[in-house]
């Protein structure tokens, strides 16, 4: 039996919106804002902020999504030359920054006018990706510093756009913003839309105890300090978070406790009101001191506190 199978076809005009998503990765030296600038743009404190050197260790995602984009910012330890095997480690998390990059921010401040390391600086005079430079800390200059540096970058890296910002006032961080939205591929998002780093909630524990003693502790102390969260139990109306800061000797120790524990009391004070604003939840929270010597050269101590970027 045949049948005849009849069809009224209506031309239908089918809008399709595209999509853009990728990587976009922020280096410089030490101190020059990074953390503040993606703090910026992702809206929230991802990355502690003191200001001291290699206040970052880690490589941090922030994402920013919106309707048809994904942005996947990148912040990155401060380049410098490695004196020891936790900062061979942070350098490699800057290394893995060049290969992924879509858009590469390249973040200086008014004075500068190199990385501290030239090899960095050969890959990024070289980049095949699109590379913004942008002149921070404009707040504290003039216009004709600002001037002689534009004139400066144009001509160490002739092919890198230049914005001039400030990222702590929030200042022509919008129009990067948007230039980068204009430079990202047509790509189908990497996260989902509802995530907003790719860390987990003992990562931001860690950080935030370790912001604060960065910034009551001198000298070597704070280089010598990693923290580790043993244990992250939320209830609906608590969370309870046991911490152990690590120093690699008894003199450490020491110093971290301070008279009759004075000292740790204080960070574990302020890290607690920040991870409650962090949060939005109350937060018990008890540290310990614990001596784990030579921690910051031991391959297997790094690899455990996550810096193994194999």
Known sequence: MNFLFLYKFKSITIETKTHKAGFVNIIGNPNVGKSTLMNSFVGEKLSIITNKAQ??????????????????????????????????????????????????????????????????????????????????????????????????????????EIFAISALENF???????????????????YPKDQLTDKPERFFVNEKIREKILMHYKKEIPYSVEVETESFEESDSIIHIRSVIMVERESQKAIILGHKGSAIKRVGTEARKDLEKFFDKKIHLETFVKVNKNWRSNPNQLKRFGYDNS
């Open 172 to 190: 022509g961080v919008a129009e990067v913003f948007n230039r980068i939205l204009e430079l990202l591929p047509e790509s189908p998002p990497f």
């Open 55 to 160: 206040t970052t260790r880690h490589r941090i995602l922030g994402i920013v999504n919106g309707e048809d984009f994904q942005m996947v910012f990148s912040d990155t330890p401060g380049i410098l030359k490695p004196a020891y095997e936790l900062q061979n480690s942070m350098m490699d998390f800057v290394k893995s920054a060049f290969q992924d990059a879509d858009v590469l921010l390249y973040l200086v401040e008014l004075g500068e006018k190199a990385l501290k390391d030239e090899a960095f600086f050969q890959k990024l005079q070289h980049a095949e990706m699109p590379v913004l430079l942008l002149l921070n800390k404009i707040d504290k200059g003039n216009e004709d510093l600002l001037l002689e540096q534009q004139k400066h970058w144009e001509e160490q890296l002739p092919d890198a």
